[in-house]
Structures are given as C-alpha cells and as structure tokens.
C-alpha cells in the first residue's frame, strides 16, 4: 500500500475546510440525495461525499457502507484529491498502489473506485463524490462526464454553506435542487427504457393550520410530511419543496397508473401521525400525476404546470364530497 502525497497548498485547504464547519455535523438530505443518486446511475452499490481533514478522511454522506470516517493515510481519497478531474482505480488487484490495501485483502474488499475532486476557490481541493464496487470494472467517457456532474452538485451545497447559515427547514431538496437533480434521474430511465412520472403534492388546508395554531405547528407539519415523503419513496426518486405547501417528485421506473400504491403507503404514515397528533387537526394532501415519456423530450417546467393542475382537479373535486 502506498501512502498518497500530501497537496502543496494543504495548510490553504485545510483552512477552507474548517471554515465551512461542517465537520462532525449531522447527515443532510442535501448531500445524501447525490449519493444515493450516483449510486443508481452508476450502479455501484456504495457512493460518498467525503471530506479530507488532516489526519483522517470523513464522509458527510455515504450510501452502501456504514462510514464515518477512515484515517488519511489508508484513504483512496488521499490520493484522489492530488487530480484535478478524476483518479480511476479500474481494478485494484491489478494497481501497486492498492493491490495490498487493508480494504482491498479484507472487507469491504474494495475492487474499483472512481472519483472526481469537490473543488472550492478554483484549486482547494476538500474531497471527492467517490463510487466504490465489489467487483472491477471499466468507467467511460460518458460516466466521467455524469460524475464530474454531480460533483459539481455537491460543490454547489458546500457553496451554499460558505454563503449561507439558514436552516433547512424540511431537510429535503428546494425547488433549484430540484430542477438540478431532476435532469439526471431522467436521463438516468432514459438510458434504461424505464417510465417515469412528475407527482405534485399540495397539503390540504395549510393556511388554517397556521391561523388556528401558529406558524411553529405549520413548520411542524411540513416537516413531518417531508420526514414521511424521505421513508415511502426510494432512492432512486428525486422530491422536493417548491413552495409553502407544495412539492413534487420524480417517481422513476414507474406511471401514474401505479402512483395510487405509493399514495397508499403515503397515507398509512399520515394516518399514523394525525393518530398521535396532539392538536385537532389532521393532515392531508391532494396530489396531481402526470406521465413522462423517455421517447420524448421532456419539458420540466411544462410537466410541473401539467401535474399540478391535475392536483387542483383532484383537490377541488375533493372539496365537493365533503
């Protein structure tokens, strides 16, 4: 095993590091939605945002692999951040560097890894968004392509904590990561032949809860939706908030003919929460599906105003029974 060569503008990066503050923080939805989407795109069954400190290499999300942290010098990541673009291990049997590794003899038994550095301030270097497999295997030009892509995903959230202290509210993707992230799931059935289909969710009679209890049990109950929407759908999905009551999500390998099996689901969880809700009210939602077709290029933003007045539909026909 060969240790990785430590960065000549380390002192410079590791400062920007712990600028950001993000070391030892909680796992943020923001970040976790590129690994389990990278690791559907690429079919590999571990993908992590990793982060290099001084001494050790930590993971802000990982999917596949129960990780916190492993220390610098036994990183993959160690060396990948010496590359401006990408550092490939195609088969690590095969590479000196790796071929005796720790995680290479013994488990996890890691085979192939692949990553692309997340870069800040043009030449920091803090980490990578990094895919790792059981098995070897070749990584073209199209998936450098899509790698360096989502990357630049990550990059754009640890943008946003240089710039930016809010809290998060739901703890699930904004209409702007939404409109990132969508593309690639698409693109991602596109390539596999599989349906997929745009589901707008509005919640109902959210003015009144916030009139009647107060803004801090409104915040509450779109947490509680957005906590139930994370649980039913899959990491293959890409959901978001896009306004005060309102999200939507991409359902991929999947039509609006199915979509009544996962609203199902969607309401168990919500029967469960407004069983034990202390206040007297009971969440609902209305939802609107529309169906997108891989044969076809597909207009985001018309697909969004076609789902959502199928939800107004729904909703409004929803009123007249009651």
């Not at 990584?139 to 630049?152: A, G, M």
């Not at 409104?218 to 039913?232: E, P, Q, T």
């Not at 306004?243 to 919500?270: K, N, P, S, W, Y």
């Amino acid at each position: 095993m060969k240790k990785a060569q430590i960065p000549q503008n380390e002192l410079k990066r590791l400062e920007a590091l712990r600028a950001l503050k993000i070391l030892d923080t909680a796992k943020e939805e923001r970040f976790d939605r590129i690994t389990r989407l990278a690791s559907r795109i690429f079919q590999v069954p571990v993908a992590i945002v990793s982060l290099v400190d001084e001494n050790r290499v930590w993971c802000k999300s990982t999917h596949g692999l129960s990780l916190n942290e492993v220390p610098r010098d036994m990183s993959f990541c160690g060396h990948a951040i010496n590359y401006n673009n990408f550092f490939i291990v195609h088969d690590t049997h095969l590479d000196d560097r790796f071929h005796d590794h720790p995680f290479v003899i013994n488990p996890p038994n890691i085979r192939f890894y692949a990553a692309s550095p997340i870069t800040v301030n043009f030449d920091l270097r803090l980490g990578t968004l990094c895919l790792l497999d059981y098995k070897p295997r070749v990584f073209n030009d199209e998936e450098k392509i899509i790698l360096q892509d989502l990357t630049r995903l990550a990059e754009n959230e640890i943008s946003a904590l240089q710039h930016s202290t809010l809290y998060e509210l739901t703890q699930i993707s904004d209409r702007r990561g939404f409109n990132l992230l969508a593309p690639y799931a698409l693109s991602w059935c596109k390539r596999e032949a599989l349906p997929a289909c745009i589901v707008v969710f509005d919640l109902d009679n959210f003015k009144s809860i916030n009139d009647t209890f107060g803004h801090l049990e409104g915040d509450k109950a779109l947490i509680v939706f957005s906590s139930i929407l994370r649980r039913v759908l899959r990491n293959s999905d890409v959901f978001a908030r896009i306004g005060g009551d309102e999200f939507v999500a991409i359902l991929t390998d999947t039509q609006c003919i199915d979509v009544q099996l996962v609203m199902t689901r969607l309401r168990a969880h919500i029967i469960e929460f407004n069983q034990r809700n202390p206040n007297n009210y009971q969440l609902s939602f209305s939802y609107g599906c529309h169906d997108l077709t891989a044969e076809q290029t597909i207009n985001l933003s018309d697909s969004l105003a076609a789902a959502d007045r199928q939800m107004y539909k729904n909703k409004a026909a929803k009123k007249r029974l009651y």
